[in-house]
Structures are given as C-alpha cells and as structure tokens.
C-alpha cells in the first residue's frame, strides 16, 4: 500500500522510507482499507488532532534528541488521513515511540482521491458487464441447448410436480422463482432445443441468468483488488471476464452455471474479505464476513455439487488460519477454542443447515405427483400428490391371484422388470431377461401363482403367509420369474434370474419361498409395509437386484441376480408395491411417511447415482478435460446449420491463451521466488512485499483454479466444454495478478507499465469486437466459407462455426 | 572395555539374526514348491506369455511392461522350458517338458529375500533390532504372501523392488558423508524402474520416493552453508538418478523385448501395419518386396489405421444392403460395403484413374499422389466405391457406403475420391504402401470414409459398419486408412484378375521401423486398448481388502479337497489395522502439541517416527488408495504391496509405544507379555491357516468348514 507522501511528492510504501521507528495514530488502527486507501471515521476533530500530533512529534523529538546529537527529522508523511507520521531517528535506541502509547492523533474525515477510483472503476466494471450481458437477452427466441431441462425443471417448480435430477435444487428453484416473478406460468413444455417460445414470458428466467453473471467481472475485479492490493491487477481480471465471449454466452441462457459461479466467486470474496478482518477478531464485520462466506458456500453446493471445489478451497484457507493461530502462543487455548468453533459454526454447520433448509423448501413445494416419481422409494411416493400410492387403497394383505408390482429397497432400486428380450448368447442362458427398472410401467407387473398351477379361481382368494412356496409369473410375456446355475452377467458371483417357460407352465426352477423379515412362520405378507426376500427353492439362493448396471442389450436397466450370500441386505429386501385384486376389499393404508431426514439421504443417494451413471457413450466424441484450458472445442448452444441462427459457446480465444500463458508465468515465477527464498536471498522493500502477495494471494487462486480443474481428470462420469468454467474464473484472477508482477518487477517505468496495461486491455476489446459473434448470435455461411462473418477466425480446425 | 568387546558381538549376532529369518524365509517360501503340478491361477496368464518368450513371437500384454515377464522367462530360460504348453486352463496338469521347479523359483527367491530387506529397512528406519526381528516375524508367517511367492506370480518380485527401493533410498539419506552414498542412490534408481517394470503399480512407491526426495531436497537447498553451485550439483545427480536412469531402463526393456520377440504371433493384428512388416513371418513375409508407390491400376487392401474396436480392412461382398432396415427405414439397395477383421480376397480393390478405362498399371506407373481423384473398384464384384445421401444403416447421421449398382431409379453414380495423405510431408507426395496414412475424401459430399464403429446386424454378417462422415473434424484414426497389401495389376480381363488377386503377393524389399517408434507405438497401444472388463468370481472392491473380507481360490485338486486359497493371516491384519490407527491418532497428537510448543518426545524420536510414518503409512496409503479410483477388475493380490508396508507399521508403533508412551516397569512388562500373546495367537492363525496355504495336506469337508471364519470366503467344498 502507497501510503507515504516522499519529498519528491510522490506517493510509495513505508517499507520504502529509512527510518526504524513507525508512530502509528490509534485512529490508523480504526481505519478500514479501501482500495489502496484507508477511511477513517469517527475520529477526534482535524484541527485538535493535528495540535495534539505536533506536541507528540515534538515530545518525540525532544526524547530523541536526548539520546543522540543527530536526528534527522525527515518530512513526515502526509498520506490520505493527514495524521499518519513517520518520525525517522537513525538510532536504534529510542523507545519513547512506543507504539502503544495510548493517544489520540488526529484524523481527517475525508477520503482520499485514491479512494473514490476504485468506486468509479468498480462501476464502470458493473456497467460493461451488464451491457454485455444483457445485450440480445432475448434472442435467439428459441430454447437453446440445456434451457431444455433448466427450463423445464422451472416450470415444474410452478407446476409443483416432483422431478428427479442430479444436481441439488437451489438453482433450478432460483430459475422457477425468477420466472414465476415476471410472468412465466410454467406452461411451455421445453421439449428440446429450437422450439419457440412464442408468447410465453421467457426473458425473466434469462435476464436473472445474466443479472447474476453480470456480477462475476465485479467480483473478480474485488477479490484481485483485495489479494494484490493493485487497481490496474484488478481492472484486468475483470475486463478478461467482461470481454470473454465464453463468460457472456453462458451467462445469457437458463442455465445453472451464471447461479453457480455466483456463488462461487462470491464465496471466494468473502474468504478474501473475512481473512483481512484477521487483525480484528470476533468484530461486527469478522462476523459478517464469515457468515457471508457460509452463506455463499452453501448456495454453490445448493446449485451443483462442483460447489464442493470450492468448499475445499475456503476448508484449507480456513485449516491454514488455525494452525497459524494454534502456532500462536499468545492466544491461550480458550481462544483458540472460540476460533475454532466460530468458524465450525460459520463455514459447516450454518451452510449445512440452509442446504438442508433448501431441500426441505424443495420437497414442501414439490408435492405433485410427476415424472421423477420412480426412482424414489414407496414410503417416499406416499407424500406426492396424485400417485397411486398417495392416500392408496388397496388389499392389505398379498393373495394368491394378485397382480403386484416388486420394488427393491435398496435406495434407489428399481421395480422387478421382464421384457419380451433375451439374454445375448454368451450371457448365461439365452432366456428372457429380468431387470430392475426405474419407470413405471406395464412390464413391471407380475402375477402371484401357487407352485402347482392349482389356482382356484372361482373360491375366496386365499393370503400368501410367510415361508409359502409360489411362482411370479411375468403379466405381460407370462413367463416365470427363474434362476438356474448360471453365472449372472455382471455379478458373476451370483446366480442368473431368467423369465422361463410359457403361459405359466415352468419347472421346479420357478418356485420361490417368500420370507418376511422379521415375520413368524404364518404371518401374512403386508402390501407396502413388509419387507420381503423371495429365496429360491432349488439353489437357495435369494432374489437380488446388485445395483450394476446392464450394458446395451439390456437396455441399460439394472441387473437382477439371485445370491448365494443371504445375509439380509437392503439389496435382497423387496416390498410389494402395488396390489390389484378386485376379490379383496381395498383398504386405506396410510404408509409410514418417512422423516425429513430419510427424505434427504434418499435423494442423495438417488442423485449420486444419477450422476455417476452419466457415463460416456460408446463412439460418441466426448470432451476431454485437457481441451479445455486450451479452447479446442467448444459447444453449439443454438443452430447448425448455414440458415440458421447459431450460437456457439466459446471462450474469447486471445484471452484464454492469456490465461493459459500467465498461468505458466506464474508457475516459473513461484518457483524462482521460492527458490531464492529457501537460498535466503535477500529481498528489498518492494520486491519483497511482491513477492509476498505473489506466492500468498496467487497461491490461493492457484489453489483454486487446480481444485476446479483437476478432479474432472478422474471423474467417470461424461464431461462438458463448460464445467472448466468456474477453473477458468481463477485462471483469469491469476492472470492479473501475475501481469501486475511480470510488469512491476522489470524496471521499467510507470509510464511504460501504464501503456502496457492500455494495450493489453485494448487487445481484449479487439478480440471481443471479432468474436463477439459467437455470443450474440450469427447467420449466414460457416467459417470455412470466405464469404462468412467470421472468415478467417477459425483459428483451430476443431471450431465448429 | 565393554565398548572394544561391544562392536564385534553385535555385529556376529546381527548377521547371525539375518542369516536365520532369512534361512526361515527360504524355507517357508521354496519348500515343496513343486507341488502341485498343475496350473495354479494366474499361472494361466502369465504361461502364455513365457510361452512366447521362448518361441521368441512378438506379443502385446496391456497389464503391465514387459520386465515381469522377462524375469519369469528367466526362469523358464534356465530351467530349459521349450514353451510347448497349452495354457488354456486353471488346474490344467503340467506336461513332463514344463520344469515347474525353475518357473517358480524366481519369485519364491524374491518373495523370501523380501524378509531380510524388511528387516534392514526397519533397523534403517532407526528402530531396534527387536523391532527388526518382530516384523520379520510377522511378514514371515504373512499366509497371503507365502501363497503369492510359491507361484509363478508377479507380486512377490515387485514387493521385492519395492523394498530394496525404498531401503537403498534410506541408505542413501542417512549415509551423509560417505561416497558410497551414491552407489545407493543408483541402487534405489535401478530397483524403482525395475518395480515400475514389473507392473505399473510400482509407479505409485515410485512416487512416494520422489516426494520424499524432493522434501529432502528442497531441505538441502534450504542450507546456506552449501554454495550454490554445491547445490545444483546435488541436485542434478538426484535428477539423473532417480528420474532419467529409470527412465532409460524402462525404455531399456522395451528395447530387449522388442529385440527377444522378433517373430509375428497371434498380437499382430493389434498393431499398425508397419510394425507388422517389421516382424519375421507373418505380414512380413506377404508385403516384402511390395511396390512402394501406389500407382493408378494397383490392386491394394485397404487397412483402418484405428484398431478400435478391432483393426479390420475396407471389404464388399455380392449381397445388397436390405431395402428396408428392421426399424423401417430404407437403404439404396446397393451393394454392401463394411470392414472385415480377416483377410480375404474379397479386400481387395483397385485403384482406378477416372479418366480413362484402364485397369493395368501403365509403364512407368503413374504413382498417386496428395490430391488426386482416384476409382475404387471392387476387384472381385467390379464395384464403385460410392457414397450418398442415403442414412446409414447403423449411424443415421452419416452417409451411406456402397458398391454402386445402377438401378436406373435416377440415383447417379457418385463414386469420385480425393486421396488425402495425412501424414505428408510435402502437397504433392506419393501414396506409399503401408506407410501413409491416407483420408478418402468424397469428392461430391466431402464426406469422409470413416470406420463408424458399430457392427452391422444379421444381414450384414455382423461385419463393421463403414459411412462417410459429412461432419468429419479433426484428426481420427477411424478415418484413415492405409494400404496394407499392394501389387501392380497386370491384366484387364475380369477373370483373369481374379485368379491374379487369389494368388499371394510376392518380391523383397525390407523395411525397418527404428527402435523409438516401434516403442512408441507399442507403449501407447498398451495404455489405450481396453479388455472389456467384467467381473471376475473372486474379483473384489478395495474396501473388502482391509478386513480381509474375500478371497481367492487359486487351485483346487481334481480328486480330493486339497486346495490353496489366497487367504492372509487374519491375526496380522487386524493388529496392522490396529497399528494404524494407534500410528494416525499418536502422529495427530503430538502435531498439535508441538504446535503449541509441548514437546512430549526428543526431536530426534519426533523426526523418526515420520520418517516410519511417510515410508510405512505412506507406502501403504499410496499402494492401496489409488484403487479407488480404478475401474480395472480387482483382486485381493493387488492389496499385497500396500500390505506389506502396513505390516512393517507395526513393530514401529509397538516400539515407539514401549519406550515413549509407557512409563512404568509394570506396564512394559504387561505390554511384553500382550506382544508375546499376540506372536502366539499369528503362529497358531498361520499354522491353521497353512493347509490351505500349501495345499496340503487335504483337509476334510468338516475341518475346512471349521476354517471358514469369515462368511464371505468362498472356500471349495467338493460334494460326495
């Protein structure tokens, strides 16, 4: 921080200054950073101040003085508050400036020039973001790649039917609330992408898209502020964000990622603010700042779980603050206790209990029965609106002629399934496969049947009681449920589960003995609330459904084995769901509602599930995490082809090889910092203070920008050109970090480095102007065509526009 | 006086101490290795390999480098082994000609040397020779790692490296001032490329050492009283050391494996066609002697560049693609073109200038060049290459390929190609035979012939499905293609050629690939082909690998109920889970004491219990966690190395526990005593366990229901 006013009139670092004795005004210590300045508020009067200054200085002096015949009194330095002083003795052995001598110094209420720079920068920056952001909102007005299930899910919101998907629903709730505010009324079915909007009000879910991606430029230009102290640092940061096509185009649509990255960088801010506020712990603002990162952390969980990056980021700031403090044996052990819990509270169990909270909010909105119904557990269907099993009636009791449906009880399994396919030769048996199937569907029903074929149909049905032996016959293609000694196909340490035999006539292989868990010899077996395992007679094994799921030829569906091992697992536990038989008098049940919790483990569970079953397709070219930094490819949001109107994701090219550069530069940079530290080189004023911000505030985003990159190298699941995005976010912050170090260390003047940042931001507007048209849409011929638009910017032959 | 006697006896007692774990460990390892003489487990795998060595026939083997394989063919190459064995089938009896004995014996030597390198590792690691000894015990009466060295198996002369590794390293740190040190360095460089040469989970040690150099470096640099160029002189030797030495061994055995194998086998096929020629027989003998430049009238099979899913050549047969596909949709009719894995006459095509009629090979030829708009016709059925605006049949998105018959239904003829070779190095190159990479280009569309991947169905004889791929970008091996086979044509007539194209190719010319290509291509197809990974019956998850909660059953005999199962000592896994933890909680303890400046233990003891920890949890850590996130099958042998170093945690925990942590006699002496006990308890588990370890003698139905601790072990019982 440029505070000092030298004698040449220019502004530099105390550090800078000779001297070895630093009067700090207690009103200093009160003052808040702002930019490279300081405010200061609520002092004492200017004029009194600066007379009880004088007398101090002179007291000083006069004790100076005393000690040694030759004091140099330089100027002191006037900085933005007047009051703050250097007093320069050239001995060593005073000790009448205490610091700590407790006086008020004088104060000057109004900020300095340098403070209102950052406020005007800060708008400016604000204003082009919007401009870029909210520029042809609404065109295309047609539904654009992923705006197909955002905005779908949207709308369920304002239908209020239940859905499944596998992200957390904070953004998608985010979306329907922004479109239930300006009008939408939830009745465009976003089928797929290029359908019309027409008449429906689709601008406010976009338009609060762009609102929250207008803030990122901000935020960056705030955080890069703050870690490098540095306004031209922090203007580049954010004109890299405002002027990248990439950042623009997926801030414009309904998408979860503007939410997300929200949440991300505005986690990141408050981290950076919450660490300045380490000199003043437990204050209002410490406080503030705390709760505030919480808050944001568990708004970028809420929207995605590519939140956990960055939790991970703010979770090892926050393990460096407390092994500083525990190193710190000032602070006693009860203060430290304090620190610690403040900050368990803050960053774990507040954010843990807004996201619990938006569940709870999702699931009490969410109380219509709809398409996600399936993967969830009978209990759970019960609270649904318009599901067969809300308020069911039905028999109570399972009996011999009945048609049910089978549901595992492992969370998320499915319904007993068969269909009219076989098992591929080579896979056990070639006989007709049995599957476990999320959906609901006619394929699920099965018929309860006696061993022997003996079913009286015209009697009283009569109730299957535990332990007796009975067949499953398949309702639809009526053949029986069977295992055999075959390997299953994917467990192959369990037995393969077949359907066999036709219109019910089967062998001894299609018998199975019902068992209730829990149950005596006798018991009836209770719809909905029995848990029940089916052991087959012949190889006593048990019905089971593994979990795995089956390759192409079983259509994806989830295998049904029966295992030899019978311990009782969820995996072996089976409820009968529904129950048809007009003989019996249908009953009210009201099933056991599950609690809150329950609810939410079960979710969960489900949308893990779902997104580690994202797996790539086979002969599908797939996005590889190492085209990302380089912008190899992007992704057709809109149109494909000549005619039609086409928006292309992709980052602005000239700024992500920037970043890819810097990124490089940093590295180098670190390394030769770190090097000449652990050598004990030594390092004088200024390039000291750089290299300090360098390794800590670059690090940190260092940190950040690895932690949103790396793990999508290990992740199974199929990956997208825009999950690098929030990666790309720090690589941009390190950027102007870096840029600020590469040009402040060579010697050059202030004239030159000035002239340089003007340039560079002058490229990032040139670049802008030539690519500007992947964001806000283009017609007309391809790029290969000359007579395109964008002749010649297809600089890398895997683009696509 | 003491201190003259004190050396001499210490150091007989030491040697003394050595030589009887290490004559315990032979014993346990090497006896009745022999038996049974039959296939056990992986033996099957692994067989075929060494069959190959000795018949010198170049195979690709995607699990691992080929070190591993090299010192099992050590083995057979000593025992005189002629490679004549089927290696098809588990528990297969070994013909008179297989010399068990000396297949065998080189990991049961390295298994039972591993005994004495844990014993110096520990003494290394600072810890007594009490604590040396326990763990030799421990490792000693291990059951899961005396199966796993009695076999022609892999673990054990990975372990084996990975301790010497490991061991060298510590020599080398702690001998500061001796010039000795370097030597073990070069050591420790040698065995991490041997460790990562035997299976690619010698990488992860590997890496443990390179992050405990690097901390130990960075502390050497950290020392001012060092001048600088001291330093980077120290710095660069590590660098060689441990970077480019195993860089240049590893790189080393490619090179003698590709030098041993020099013969074409049943691999071949995986490889680029250029590799093939390189190999004695096989396509060798077929295109040697080939017409480099392929000229207008040449008759050539066309090979995909890709191998995915099975390398396979541009082929047409005389039935027609079905009028209309099961899903309904229609087709051209025309005749069927696709990618067949096998060779056949029905590869073959001919090169055809659109210009003129002529199907010979003028004098001179006239060589094709990049650019140039070529025919392709069928040799066999005198079909165009075609392609249209008609959907494919298994990739709608693409064209149709087709061998063009004019059914007068007003769908021309668009059978004009632009030879495209990738890989040119000038724009107006020759196409040469097997060398060049080439992209047919449809002169009409601009779409690509490309290899789609998909397998047609019933009608198509399930052959590869071939399109022309409009969106084609980028660089894909699916869309290149080069020539494999090549002659001259020399005759017009139909039926002449066809008796031309059914006799072999013929004349001589030889060409080599260099050694760094044919390893670059190797080592890149080994890392990319992908088996289709299923589960296997004794394949497990890493999470059932802590409590031993599977096993695997590696021979049973034919008649009796003698078998051996890879089961472990089930004592000496739970105290290793037990000292784990004790190691985790007593490691986080003091870390947060010495943080606030309590200092509970010297510096000195500080210092070398984290020396054990990095080496021991580490190594643990680093060989069983990475696991996770494998997709591989998996099997409880992969556990073995990580479990090997989680063993040597013990007697460290112990000691620190014994002299740090208890104070009074009384406790010591209660401690000695539960040590005592629980040395017991692992030898009456290893002597229980050893019917099953050693396969005999065979137990009865009873007794070994009686061994079936665990419920999930699938032990064999043989139904009467």
């Known amino acids: ?801 | 006086m003491q201190c003259v006697k004190l050396p001499i006896s210490v150091r007989v007692e030491i040697n003394l101490l050595l030589m009887a774990v290490t004559g315990l460990a032979l014993v346990t390892r090497l006896y009745g290795i022999h038996f049974p003489r039959a296939v056990v487990f992986d033996e099957v795998y692994y067989g075929q390999f060494l069959s190959l060595y000795m018949k010198q026939v170049f195979f690709i083997d995607e699990s691992g480098p080929p070190f591993g394989h090299m010192v099992l063919a050590l083995g057979a190459y000593l025992g005189g082994f002629d490679g004549n064995f089927v290696w098809n089938r588990i528990g297969a009896e070994y013909t008179s000609n297989v010399p068990v004995w000396s297949l065998r014996v080189i990991p049961a030597f390295a298994g039972s040397f591993c005994i004495p390198l844990a014993y110096l590792l520990v003494v290394e690691l600072g810890y007594s020779h009490f604590s040396a000894l326990g763990a030799c015990m421990l490792l000693l009466m291990e059951n899961s790692l005396i199966v796993q060295s009695r076999f022609m198996l892999l673990e054990s002369v990975l372990i084996f490296f990975l301790l010497l590794a490991v061991l060298s390293y510590l020599h080398f740190h702690k001998a500061r001032n001796s010039s000795f040190r370097w030597f073990w360095l070069m050591i420790c460089g040698v065995s991490c490329a041997c460790g990562i040469g035997v299976k690619y989970m010698g990488m992860f040690t590997y890496f443990l050492l390179l992050g405990l150099t690097a901390v130990h470096t960075w502390q050497l640099i950290g020392d001012r009283t060092l001048s600088h160029g001291k330093v980077v002189v120290q710095v660069l030797v590590r660098f060689l050391a441990l970077v480019v030495l195993p860089v240049i061994m590893y790189i080393g055995f490619f090179y003698v494996h590709l030098t041993l194998l020099y013969r074409s086998g049943p691999h071949d096929q995986m490889m680029s066609s250029a590799f093939q020629a390189s190999l004695e027989g096989g396509l060798a003998r077929i295109t040697q002697g080939q017409p480099l430049d392929v000229a207008l009238g040449s008759q050539v099979t066309l090979r995909t560049v890709s191998s995915k899913p099975v390398p396979c050549w541009l082929h047409s047969h005389k039935v027609n693609y079905p009028i209309r596909y099961e899903n309904g949709r229609g087709s051209s009719h025309q005749q069927q073109v696709t990618c067949y894995p096998f060779k056949d006459v029905n590869n073959w095509w001919i090169i055809k200038d659109p210009g003129r009629h002529t199907l010979v090979v003028s004098s001179p030829p006239r060589p094709v060049r990049h650019g140039d708009i070529i025919q392709l016709l069928h040799g066999m059925t005198s079909r165009y290459l075609n392609t249209h605006d008609v959907a494919a049949p298994m990739s709608p998105h693409s064209q149709e390929v087709s061998g063009y018959i004019d059914f007068n239904v007003s769908m021309p003829a668009q059978n004009l190609w632009r030879v495209d070779i990738v890989n040119r190095e000038s724009d107006r190159e020759i196409w040469k035979t097997i060398l060049s990479e080439v992209r047919l280009v449809h002169v009409n569309t601009s779409a690509v012939l490309k290899l789609s991947g998909a397998s047609l169905p019933e009608w198509g004889f399930k052959q590869l499905e071939v399109v022309g791929d409009k969106i084609y970008k980028g660089y894909q091996q699916s869309g290149m293609w080069n020539v494999e086979e090549h002659r001259y044509g020399r005759s017009q007539e139909q039926k002449e050629r066809e008796l031309e194209l059914k006799s072999p190719t013929h004349s001589d010319i030889k060409r080599n690939l260099t050694f760094m290509a044919k390893f670059l291509e190797l080592q890149w197809k080994m890392l990319t082909v992908k088996n289709e990974e299923s589960e296997h019956k004794y394949s497990s998850s890493p999470l059932e690998w802590i409590t031993m909660d599977t096993n695997i059953a590696y021979w049973l005999h034919p008649s009796s109920n003698a078998q051996i199962q890879l089961i472990g000592n089930i004592v000496n896994w739970t105290i290793a889970n037990l000292a784990l933890v004790v190691y985790c909680l007593m490691f986080l303890t003091y870390l947060l004491r010495r943080r606030r400046k309590v200092e509970d233990i010297p510096q000195d003891s500080w210092e070398q219990l984290v020396l054990a920890g990095v080496i021991c949890v580490g190594g643990w850590a680093v060989n069983y966690l990475p696991f996770f996130l494998m997709e591989k099958t998996l099997f409880l042998y992969h556990y073995l190395p990580a479990l090997t170093f989680k063993i040597l945690q013990i007697p460290i925990v112990v000691e620190h526990l014994y002299i740090h942590v208890l104070k009074s006699p009384a406790q010591r002496k209660a401690f000695g005593v539960v040590i005592l006990a629980v040395l017991c308890s692992v030898y009456v588990s290893y002597h229980n366990l050893s019917p099953l370890t050693y396969g005999q003698p065979a137990l009865s139905s009873d007794e070994l229901a009686a061994l079936r601790w665990r419920e999930s072990w699938d032990i064999l019982l043989r139904k009467r």
């Not at chain 1, 893990?608 to 397709?617: A, D, Q, T, V």
């Open chain 1, 1 to 801: 921080m440029k505070l000092c006013e030298t004698d040449s009139g220019k502004y530099t670092s105390v550090l800078q200054l000779p001297g070895s004795v630093l009067i700090v005004p207690q009103a200093t210590l009160g003052g808040k950073p702002k930019g490279k300045g300081m405010q200061y508020h609520g002092n004492i009067g200017k004029d009194e101040g600066l007379k009880l200054y004088d007398s101090f200085v002179s007291h000083c002096q006069n004790e100076l003085s005393a000690y040694t015949s030759a004091v140099r009194h330089r100027k002191t330095c006037k900085t933005n508050e007047g009051a703050e002083c250097l007093s320069q003795p050239s001995s060593e052995t005073s000790n009448g400036a205490n610091k700590r001598i407790p006086k008020r110094a004088g104060h000057l209420s109004s900020p300095s020039r340098d403070d209102h720079v950052p406020v005007y920068t800060l708008v400016l920056v604000l204003v082009l973001s919007v401009c870029t952001r909210f520029y042809k909102i609404t065109e295309p007005p047609h539904v654009c790649w992923d705006e197909t299930h955002f905005g779908k899910m949207g709308s369920y919101y304002i239908n209020r039917t239940f859905f499944f998907d596998v992200h957390p629903p904070l953004g998608k709730m985010l979306i329907g609330l922004a479109g239930y505010l300006t009008g939408y009324d939830g009745t465009f079915p976003f089928i797929k992408p290029g359908d019309k909007y027409e008449h429906h009000n689709y601008w406010g879910m976009r338009a609060f898209c762009a609102a929250l991606g207008s803030c990122l430029p901000p935020f960056a230009f705030l955080i890069v502020l703050e870690l490098s102290h540095s306004k031209p640092a922090a203007l580049i940061a954010a004109s890299l964000l405002i002027f990248d096509t990439g950042c623009i185009t997926l801030s414009q649509y309904i998408l979860l990622d503007p939410i997300l990255m929200f949440f991300i960088m505005g986690s990141v801010l408050c981290m950076v603010r919450f660490n300045t506020q380490r000199l003043r712990p437990f204050s209002f603002s410490w406080w503030f700042w705390l709760l505030l990162t919480g808050v944001c952390l568990s708004g970028s969980l809420g929207v995605k779980f590519v939140g956990l990056f960055v939790i991970l980021l703010v979770g090892i700031n926050t393990a460096f603050d407390l092994w500083r403090l525990l190193g710190d044996l000032s602070l006693s052990l009860l203060d430290f206790g304090k620190h610690l819990l403040a900050r368990v509270f803050g960053l774990i169990m507040l954010p843990l209990f807004l996201y619990t909270t938006i569940f709870a909010v999702h699931f009490i909105v969410l109380n219509r029965s709809g398409p996600g119904d399936g993967f969830f557990s009978s209990a759970f269907q019960s609270r649904l609106i318009g599901n067969n099993l809300h308020n069911a009636s039905m028999p109570e009791y399972l009996a011999y002629g009945s048609v049910i449906t089978v549901k595992n009880l492992r969370i998320a399994g499915g319904y007993l399934h068969s269909h009219w396919h076989l098992y591929p030769e080579g896979v056990g048996a070639h006989q007709q496969q049995v599957t476990a199937y999320l959906h609901k569907d006619y394929n699920n029903l099965w018929l309860v049947k006696r061993p022997d074929n003996s079913d009286d149909l015209t009697g009283p049905p009569e109730l299957v009681r535990q332990g007796d032996i009975i067949r499953l016959e398949h309702k639809e293609t009526t053949r029986n449920l069977h295992s055999h000694f075959h390997e299953a196909p994917l467990t192959k340490k369990h037995l393969q589960v077949t359907g066999y035999g036709i219109n019910g006539s089967g062998d001894v292989n299609d018998l199975w003995q019902v068992e209730v868990c829990g149950g005596k010899k006798g018991d009836p077996v209770k719809v909905l609330r029995s848990k029940v395992r089916f052991l087959h007679r012949s190889t006593s094994c048990v019905l089971c459904s593994s979990g795995k799921t089956l390759p192409k030829w079983g259509w994806e569906q989830v295998e049904v084995t029966c295992s030899p091992y019978v311990k009782e697992t969820p995996n072996t536990q089976w409820n009968i769901e529904d129950h048809i038989n007009p003989k019996l008098p249908n009953i009210s049940l009201s099933v056991l509602k599950p609690t809150f919790l329950e609810v939410l483990w079960e979710s969960h569970i489900v949308m893990i599930r779902g997104n580690s079953g994202l797996k790539p397709k086979d002969n599908e070219m797939n996005s590889k995490p190492w085209h990302w930094p380089i912008n190899y490819q992007g992704l057709r949001f809109s149109g494909v082809n000549e005619t039609e109107y086409r928006v292309y994701l992709l980052g602005n090219p000239v700024i992500w090889w920037l970043n890819l550069l810097s990124l490089a530069l940093f590295v180098l940079m670190l390394t030769v910092a770190s090097l000449a530290k652990q050598r004990g080189v030594k390092m004088e004023g200024m390039r000291k203070v750089h290299c300090h911000t360098l390794m800590e505030g670059g690090g940190m985003l260092l940190l950040g920008w690895l932690l949103h990159y790396l793990p999508f190298y290990i992740m199974g699941r199929i990956l997208y050109y825009h999950h690098y995005f929030p990666a790309m976010l720090f690589s941009s912050m390190l950027t102007g970090t870096t840029n600020l170090h590469l040009l402040f260390s060579s010697s050059i003047s202030h004239h030159l480095m000035r002239g340089g940042q003007f340039i560079l931001l002058l490229g990032f507007i040139y670049s802008f102007y030539l690519f500007h048209p992947l964001s806000y849409g283009m017609r007309g011929p391809l790029a290969q065509d000359p007579a395109s638009s964008m002749a010649g910017l297809r600089w890398m032959e895997s683009w696509e526009f």
